[in-house]
């Protein structure tokens, strides 16, 4: 079976068409799919940090709107709360 020259240039145009997706494919979007991994994780870690400052907020109002009924609870740190915030009110 022999191929025509016309349906050959078509062949060829349509793997020259699809080419640069694969190209894209192989060497792009796996950087792409990196950078937004890392920009996601950036995003959460500062809403994290922004939502325990909001919450240690509310939390000391409840403390000083409570008077004395919360002294004792004052001395107690929630443990989600310990290791976001020193980061949280230095960066924000």
Do not use: C, H, W
Not at 7 to 19: C, E, Q
């Amino acid at each position: 079976m022999k191929i025509s020259i016309k349906n050959y240039i078509i062949l060829i145009l349509i793997l020259f068409t699809l080419l640069p997706f694969v190209a894209l494919r192989i060497i792009a979007y796996p950087k792409i799919q990196s950078d937004l991994k890392t920009v996601i994780m950036d995003n959460l870690e500062i809403v994290g940090k922004k939502q325990a400052v909001q919450l240690l907020t509310v939390i000391e109002t409840i403390y000083t709107i409570g008077g004395g009924l919360f002294k004792p609870l004052q001395k107690v740190t929630p443990i989600f709360l310990k290791s976001s915030l020193t980061l949280s009110k230095t960066s924000i």
